[in-house]
């Protein structure tokens, strides 16, 4: 076949070839043999996922893993909490390469991720619709140009802005074939945000268990020390305008925060470390959780406008820090 026409070794085809029978009552002792049988349980799951309805394929998966447990010295639990992981790793990875498929296909059964449990409680701050107003949500309004009110005056286009994001977007794919510092390609992916954008400033946040709290670590642009040490955002705390948008997991643009009625809505730590006329909210979160958040602002009202283009490639660097912290493990 194609692998010998390859001339791939032979080590390596021993390794493709399917295994005859049933699955073994107890695992293999030779290593060869176990990635033969591991194989054949991944094509299972992967066949189970693209052929079953939604609603059924949790029993048929705890089938497979009933089937292989012996054989791979794994329980059933072990095997479903792996093909969780790895379903989550393959839409990650979907997401960040904006790979699109067609709904009811066998493919977006594959990249469709099983609810998480307790994914939708969010306390009253999730239920505020009020900021549904200010969620970026794609091709809703009519198409804006991505382009910083401080860039107009400039020669900054909207293809040289999205030609930045996604010469970004290439440069962390390729860093994160290998292996990779977390820290390092999350710099990146701001770097590239800050350079593209023009943004004021820019902070990463992370969730701090302990507290609950979502905590700048580090950033970008004028005034960045600063705003590092005064992000802080309570995620437990009702009626906080940013716990609520990092509940809600929604990509949010606060155009102008100088208006009296969105004034009222911004907690005190914000107007006294931070109070940026506009500015912008990309949330990070693995299986429904927030833990991570991107923050960025400019010092006019009205001085951070993206179009649908701009706002995709947006998504793909967030989503990108996503995978990466997926892989850091």
């Known amino acids: 076949g194609v692998a010998r ?50 609603g059924q394929a949790n029993a048929h998966l705890g089938q497979v893993g009933a089937r292989y447990s012996r054989t791979l010295a794994l329980s059933a639990q072990d095997i479903a909490e792996a093909t969780v992981r790895a379903r989550h790793k393959l839409v990650a990875l979907a997401e960040a390469l904006d790979l699109r498929v067609d709904p009811g296909t066998p ?85 590239t945000m800050f350079r593209a954008l023009g943004f004021r400033r820019m902070v990463f946040c992370l969730r701090e268990a302990r507290t609950d709290m979502l905590t700048g670590r580090f950033g970008l642009g004028e005034g960045s020390e600063a705003a590092v040490r005064a992000l802080k955002v309570p995620l437990k705390v009702p009626g906080d305008l940013f716990a609520a948008v990092c509940l809600r997991g929604a990509d949010t643009l606060i155009n102008d925060a100088t208006e009296p009625r969105m004034q009222a809505r911004l907690p005190a730590w914000y107007r006294s470390g931070l109070d940026a006329p506009s500015f912008l909210l990309l949330p990070l979160q693995i299986k429904g959780q927030t833990f991570a958040l991107i923050y960025a602002d400019q010092s006019t009202p009205g001085g951070i406008v993206v179009d649908d283009k701009a706002l995709g490639l947006l998504r793909t660097l967030r989503n990108q820090a996503v995978m990466a912290f997926r892989q850091a493990g």
Do not use: Y
């Open 107 to 191: 493919a977006a059964r594959l990249l469709k991720l099983p609810v998480a449990a307790g994914a939708a409680a969010g306390g009253a701050a999730v239920q505020d619709d009020a900021l549904k107003t200010h969620e970026l949500r794609e091709s809703e309004t009519q198409p804006l140009p991505a382009v910083l009110e401080s860039q107009a005056r400039s020669a900054v286009s909207v293809a040289q802005i999205n030609e930045v994001l996604a010469a970004g977007i290439q440069d962390i794919t390729n860093a994160m074939v290998e292996s990779f510092q977390l820290n390092d390609v999350l710099r990146m992916i701001l770097e």
């Open 5 to 54: 026409v390859w001339a791939l070794p032979d080590s390596l085809q021993r390794c493709m070839r399917k295994p005859l029978g049933s699955p073994m009552q107890r695992a293999p002792e030779q290593g060869v043999e176990r990635l033969r049988w591991v194989a054949l349980a991944a094509n299972e799951v992967a066949t189970t996922l693209l052929l079953t309805e939604p």
